[in-house]
């Protein structure tokens, strides 16, 4: 048990780590929801992976089971990071467009987006660090309406697989419904379209 706990921590914190350093990378220009959830499965997911499959180590399960609780802890940082990603347009901070972030939304958003209106975003990223009218305008374009109705169905269906993960694993009565409130909390839809529309200079 020893043996396995210490494999747990080690490999989740060196995941973790790459995660974090894709991150920091911020690749805008190769940005994809794709590319966006391996950064996060790392970034996130990781450690609540190794946590998850720690307890199960530590519980006395071994195999396949512990190999699903590790992924449920991966799915839950998924949702847990995109949670943040909306707390920090929420707060007004804006360091995720302050800091060249590259988030799942930023991600989504560029890779619908048609090649003239894709090119003007990518300026726009480029100058967000500096520039306080092309941050407000960025996140213009994050909060359409469309936009967001995207981003809902895809929360959701991370949520879902989720509760896929959950329902797999059963477990005790009274513990389960507390991972689902969890998920629940962790999965909320805080974002609202803005009302006013958005001008993109320079979009067909």
């Given amino acids: 048990m020893r043996s396995a706990l210490i494999t747990e921590f080690l490999n989740g914190w060196i995941i ?5 350093t894709d991150d ?3 690749d805008i220009a190769g940005a994809s929801r794709k590319s966006v959830i391996e950064t996060y499965r790392g ?6 992976g190794m946590i998850t499959a720690m307890a199960a180590v530590f519980s006395g399960t071994t195999g396949a089971k512990v190999d699903l609780w590790r992924e449920f802890g991966y799915v839950f940082g ?11 347009i929420l707060s007004g901070r804006d360091e995720d467009l302050l800091n060249g972030t590259v988030t799942y939304l ?6 619908d987006a048609s090649p003239d209106v894709r090119d003007h975003i990518l300026r726009l990223c480029a100058d967000a660090g500096c520039s306080d009218q092309a941050r407000a305008e960025l ?13 809902r169905a895809e929360i959701d269906g991370f949520r879902a697989e989720a509760y896929r993960i959950l329902d797999e694993l059963g477990g005790d009565e009274f513990y389960s419904p507390v991972l689902r409130r969890l998920v629940d909390h962790a999965s909320q839809m805080l974002l609202e ?12």
Wanted: negative net charge.
């Fill in 24 to 26: 920091m990378r911020g």
């Fill in 139 to 151: 996140a213009g374009l994050l909060r359409t309406p469309l936009a967001l109705d995207r981003y």
């Fill in 106 to 111: 930023l991600a989504s958003v560029i890779e």
């Fill in 43 to 48: 970034k996130s997911g990781a450690p609540f």
């Fill in 78 to 88: 998924i949702l847990w990071q995109i949670f943040n990603d909306q707390d920090d």
């Fill in 193 to 204: 379209a803005e009302l006013a529309p958005v001008a993109v200079s320079g979009a067909a």
């Fill in 16 to 20: 973790g780590v790459d995660g974090q």
